[in-house]
């Protein structure tokens, strides 16, 4: 077996890590989407708060609302919209991130939320969509 082929053989799980491509992409998109938010009035609190392994790509408030949000990032729609990237297991872990964020630096009277930022990047064109209050917090995080 090549060392290309490991992980491949029964019962090995195999891990999808991010390339150095696919960072300076996700990287590119967060900064996009936070200059975004920052014209539309919001604050960023935090930029890829770190909790173990997973981290939020932007905390931003605006009006006495935080939202945590994840920023997905396409070169093009060949795997869809990248909102659509956000699925159940993905917000479980943000829940779980933002509750330790909310017992670090939360108070008062915020009210706090989930929001994706979908950057499409084809060319020369930039597309931003912004689904706010896209999920509520997972149950059992």
């Known amino acids: 077996m090549s060392s290309f082929d490991a992980g491949v053989h029964s019962g090995a799980r195999i891990f999808a890590f991010m390339t150095a491509a ?4 996700g990287e590119e998109g ?3 989407a936070a ?3 920052i014209q539309r009035g919001w604050q ?4 890829r708060f770190r909790n173990g392994h997973r981290d939020l790509d932007l905390v931003a408030e605006r009006s006495g ?4 949000v994840e920023v997905k990032t396409r070169r093009g729609k060949d795997f869809g919209h990248p ?3 956000v699925n159940w297991r993905k917000q479980r872990e943000l829940s779980r991130s933002a509750a330790v964020w909310i017992a670090r630096f939360g108070g008062g009277e915020q009210l706090f939320r989930f929001d994706v930022v979908g950057v499409l990047i084809s060319g020369e064109s930039t597309r ?10 997972r149950s059992g995080c």
């Open 83 to 85: 909102v659509e990237a």
């Open 35 to 37: 200059a975004w938010l």
């Open 22 to 25: 696919s960072q300076v992409l």
């Open 128 to 137: 931003v969509r912004h689904i706010e209050n896209a999920f509520s917090a």
């Open 65 to 68: 609302v935080v939202a945590f």
């Open 44 to 47: 960023i609190l935090d930029r």
């Open 30 to 32: 967060e900064r996009i």
